[in-house]
């Protein structure tokens, strides 16, 4: 059974009470332990008294994290032997139609891989990530969990839907108690999908927002995160559930980006839809190595016109963001000026 330990901080922000007497395990395993949220999950765990290991595609012996490749079994999944709680971050989380069957190896193959590897440690509860692309591109403002799920043909949420399903009939099977999160826009300091790659193309003067910036972006810091990731990894009542963490509020994609364009000086140019969509192609195609984030459909991502409700977290769960943007983008800048990027 899960102990209580006392929660203090993650990164410099308090957390609630509830929080701070909420059951922890003692010992935690993670996929992806090395990677944006599963080291600000890492640091949490241990700050709350627990041991905490991991695997990542590069080993990390200081903190306990082996190396391995999730889409493939091996001796990794040993290391999560005795943990009573698997979280599992890792995947491969991109856009681009490239192979997919690359992306299916990791994303599906790999989920079963890290399901074995609970079963077979016993774990009392395997928390899986997916994510909100799961609803595609366009869907209703305030859609929740009973929304459909929506396959587009775009290899990483279609292996997210996939991905889903097999955790929850793992779940269904009676093989190990299963919780399913849906982050939203998680940015914060280490981000580099919502922090380091923006601020590097404004500086290169290679940033622009479709249509004006007026699409939605759906924020939430990291440390709210991962504090929703511990509630729902702790609640009884949460096991075969999914719950999406994000949050609350959707802002225009010109008011979170105009965060770091204010901080670095410069204007944030826009262009039709159209021709955002146009050169994105064009940037996609001369991509020989397949390792760029810029294609048609990150401009039908920046273009959404809805948000994501957090109703169940807060009434299941007890959780709701803390950190408004305007802070954490505070916190998000000192970082980056810290690393010389602002």
């Known amino acids: 059974m ?3 330990r006392q929660v203090v901080r993650v990164g410099d922000v308090p957390h609630t009470s509830r929080v701070a007497a909420m059951a922890v395990p003692r010992n935690v ?10 080291h600000a999950l890492a640091s949490l765990y241990r700050e709350a008294g627990a041991t905490v290991r991991g695997m990542d595609l590069h080993a990390d012996p200081a903190h306990d994290v082996v190396a391995g490749d999730i889409a493939v079994p091996g001796p990794w999944q040993d290391h999560a032997a005795g943990c009573d709680l698997v ?8 856009l681009r139609l490239r192979d997919p069957d690359g992306v299916w190896r990791a994303n599906v193959l790999g989920t079963e891989h890290a399901v074995l590897a609970a079963e077979r440690a016993g774990a009392e509860r395997f928390l899986h990530f997916s994510s909100g692309t799961v609803f595609g591109m366009g869907f209703p403002d305030g859609t929740d969990e009973r929304h459909p799920v929506r396959t ?12 889903e399903q097999l955790v929850l009939q793992a779940h269904l099977d009676g093989r190990v108690p299963v919780t399913v999160v849906r982050p939203g826009d998680v940015y914060g300091p280490r981000s580099r999908a919502w922090a380091v790659q923006p601020v590097e193309l404004m ?3 290679r940033f622009v927002l479709p ?9 939430v810091y990291v440390d709210d995160l991962v504090r929703g990731v511990v509630a729902a990894a702790a609640t009884p009542a949460a096991a075969g559930q999914v719950f999406t963490l994000s949050g609350g509020v959707g802002v225009p994609n010109r008011e979170f980006f105009g965060h770091y364009a204010d901080a670095l000086g410069v204007r944030l140019p826009t262009v039709p839809v159209a021709v955002a969509r146009g050169a994105a192609a064009v940037v996609d195609r001369l991509d020989r190595k397949g390792t760029g984030d810029l294609n048609p459909r990150a401009v039908d991502y920046l273009m959404r016109s809805g948000t994501y409700s957090i109703a169940k977290a807060e009434r299941v769960l007890g959780w709701r963001p803390k ?8 916190r ?6 810290a690393e010389g990027l602002v």
């Open 2 to 4: 899960f102990d209580t």
């Open 29 to 38: 395993f993670i996929t992806g332990a090395s990677g944006f949220i599963g």
């Open 87 to 94: 979280v599992h971050t890792a995947a491969v989380v991109s």
């Open 152 to 163: 587009t043909g775009v290899p990483y949420p279609d292996t997210k839907i996939a991905s």
């Open 203 to 205: 500086r290169a003067r």
């Open 211 to 219: 249509a004006g910036g007026r699409g939605v972006f759906s924020p």
């Open 323 to 330: 950190v408004p943007l305007a802070t954490g983008m505070e």
């Open 332 to 337: 998000t800048l000192a970082w980056l000026r």
